[in-house]
């Protein structure tokens, strides 16, 4: 069934959806311009980040096992965003949107993976370039593998919602 941008399918659509297509073997990969969604590995690696010109990380999984992420761990070479968000369907990450959102839109570089994080730039990209969620998944899906968990397909499902009210 095709929807158009004003629309927000149902949650089985938007999964079919994110379940197809390319699934990207990358550690990162730029998803807007300036704009990268990264797995653990990349955001752990200074080296990398100095090397790719990385100059800020939001990381959506701050204080979680295996995170190296932080102020000290990047020193003052890497401004650090950290979201301490789990990955379940109870966790409630839409009180991260806008700020994140925000955040990406002031400094345009970002790391992530594909349940978090990739809400969080799908957020952005509805907030302040005005996407549908729809065209939002899309665009993303054209360059990375993303999978938001149900929790997080529903909140943004709202957000889409109150940015663009069906007439």
């Known amino acids: 069934m095709e929807y158009s941008h004003h629309e ?6 938007l999964e079919k959806l994110l379940y197809g297509g390319k699934r990207s073997g990358n550690h990162m990969d730029e998803v807007w311009p300036n704009l990268f969604l990264g ?8 080296f990398i980040l100095w090397k790719l010109g990385i100059t800020h990380v939001l990381n959506a999984a701050h204080g979680k096992m ?3 992420g932080g102020r000290e761990f990047y020193g003052s070479a890497v401004e650090y965003y950290g979201v301490p968000a789990d990955d379940s369907t109870a966790f409630n990450l839409s009180v991260y949107f806008q700020p994140c959102a925000d955040y990406i839109q002031e400094v345009l ?12 730039v799908l957020a952005y990209l509805m907030i302040h370039q005005y996407f549908s969620l729809l065209d939002a998944v899309k665009t993303i899906k054209q360059h990375r593998w993303i999978f ?3 929790g997080f397909l529903k909140q943004l499902r709202a957000l889409d ?3 663009c009210p069906v007439k």
């Not at 797995?39 to 200074?46: G, I, L, Q, T």
């Not at 570089?109 to 969080?120: I, P």
């Open 66 to 68: 295996h995170c190296q």
């Open 109 to 120: 570089n970002c790391l992530g993976g594909v349940s978090r994080s990739a809400s969080l």
């Open 161 to 163: 919602a109150t940015l």
């Open 8 to 13: 927000t399918p149902p949650i089985k659509e």
């Open 39 to 46: 797995d653990m590995c990349v955001a752990n690696d200074r």
């Open 148 to 150: 938001p968990n149900r």
